[in-house]
């Protein structure tokens, strides 16, 4: 069965750091392309980090420097490393997998994160 299941939202303070964490089926941690979009009240989903089965990186422009995706191949978890947290970043995070035509084929059920003071 495919299976994504995300963790480690909640909320911060301006400038704090949360770490969250996406274990997924081997099948697809093995094979596909990884990462996170998020969704704000109001918005549209959007892009913000992947990672390949390789370990190659790419970043939305409003995250670069402040976020960090990354792998542990013997635990099938991806994670973001979120610092210097804004109110901006305010939103349910969602893990995917299998990249494809500017999306994920396939979802977890999202984490939220609120950065408030």
């Known amino acids: 069965q495919v299976q994504i299941v995300e963790s480690g939202g909640g909320s911060v303070q301006p400038g704090g750091s949360l770490r969250l964490s996406c274990a997924a089926s081997?099948?697809?941690?093995?094979?596909?392309?990884m990462g996170w979009f998020r969704q704000a009240p109001g918005k549209q989903r959007e892009f913000v980090a992947r990672?390949?089965?390789?370990?190659?990186?790419v970043y939305a422009e409003s995250v670069k420097g402040r976020f960090t995706i990354s792998r542990d191949n013997g635990k099938n978890t991806v994670y973001l490393q979120m610092d210097s947290l804004k109110a901006q970043d305010t939103a349910v995070y969602y893990c995917?997998?299998?990249?494809?035509?500017?999306?994920?084929?396939?979802w977890g059920q999202g984490t939220q994160v609120t950065v408030s003071s």
């Open positions: 995917g997998g299998r990249y494809v035509g500017g999306t994920f084929t396939y």
């Open positions: 081997a099948s697809i941690f093995m094979t596909y392309v």
């Open positions: 990672i390949t089965t390789v370990g190659s990186t």
